[in-house]
């Protein structure tokens, strides 16, 4: 379902015909092994909407933790998905530019699920975690050479986690346990995007 979205979010740009669009690959997100693809329409002189589809990669790493005086190796694995909808409002007016650019104030939506598990000789926890929220930000796009360039984006996000845990944990019986949790939480994203357009 996650390369589902992102194919079809690159398929639909490719069969635009009109001019003012734009497809974008987060270069930033890269660190954090996701990839994230953008597509955004000019819809007025000053105003677009855009859609970001992301895929965190089933990322594994081990670490060692010292437990019950035993020397553990975890294996953290993780993966999950997003979507941002996002409407844009450009500081400068665009009647006669091919793509948007300039500097931008926007809106988004925000929805992730996110896999989360723990996998050692003692331990077997899992986490599945739903996030639903909306968040405002600033922005600036450039265009260079061959309608490529380059976009930098700050966004501010306020959502609810809904987070299911499950799994065994050692506590001296290892015994079973479940747990949900809804929480209200903020934090800030980080866009370096590669962007061209046509």
């Given at each position: 379902?996650?390369?589902?979205?992102?194919?079809?979010?690159?398929?639909f740009?490719?069969?635009?015909?009109?001019?003012?669009?734009?497809?974008?690959?987060?270069?930033?997100?890269?660190?954090?092994?996701r990839?994230s693809?953008?597509y955004?329409?000019?819809?007025?002189?000053?105003t677009?909407?855009?859609?970001t589809?992301?895929?965190?990669?089933?990322?594994?790493?081990?670490?060692?933790?010292?437990?019950?005086?035993?020397?553990l190796?975890?294996?953290?694995?993780?993966?999950?998905?997003?979507?941002?909808?996002?409407?844009?409002?450009?500081?400068?007016?665009?009647?006669?530019?091919?793509?948007?650019?300039g500097?931008?104030?926007?809106?988004?939506?925000?929805?992730?699920?996110?896999?989360?598990?723990?996998?050692?000789?003692?331990?077997n926890?899992?986490?599945?975690?739903?996030?639903?929220?909306?968040?405002?930000?600033?922005?600036?796009?450039?265009?260079?050479v061959?309608?490529?360039?380059?976009?930098?984006?700050?966004?501010?996000?306020?959502?609810?986690?809904f987070s299911e845990?499950?799994?065994?944990?050692?506590?001296?019986?290892?015994?079973?346990?479940?747990?949900?949790?809804?929480?209200?939480?903020?934090?800030?994203?980080?866009?370096?995007?590669i962007?061209y357009?046509?």
């Amino acid at each position: 379902m996650r390369s589902k979205l992102l194919i079809s979010l690159v398929v639909f740009a490719a069969h635009c015909s009109a001019q003012s669009h734009v497809i974008k690959l987060d270069a930033f997100d890269f660190l954090s092994s996701r990839i994230s693809v953008s597509y955004e329409h000019l819809v007025g002189s000053q105003t677009s909407f855009q859609i970001t589809s992301g895929v965190l990669l089933d990322y594994s790493k081990q670490t060692v933790t010292e437990q019950s005086s035993v020397s553990l190796i975890n294996e953290d694995i993780s993966t999950g998905w997003r979507i941002l909808p996002e409407f844009r409002y450009y500081l400068n007016e665009m009647t006669n530019m091919k793509a948007p650019a300039g500097a931008h104030i926007n809106i988004s939506g925000r929805y992730e699920m996110n896999d989360y598990s723990l996998l050692n000789d003692m331990n077997n926890w899992k986490r599945n975690e739903q996030i639903v929220g909306l968040g405002a930000g600033l922005g600036m796009q450039w265009f260079f050479v061959q309608n490529f360039g380059l976009e930098l984006d700050f966004k501010i996000f306020t959502f609810y986690r809904f987070s299911e845990q499950s799994g065994t944990m050692e506590d001296g019986l290892n015994a079973p346990f479940e747990k949900s949790e809804i929480s209200r939480e903020f934090d800030s994203m980080f866009f370096a995007k590669i962007v061209y357009g046509f």
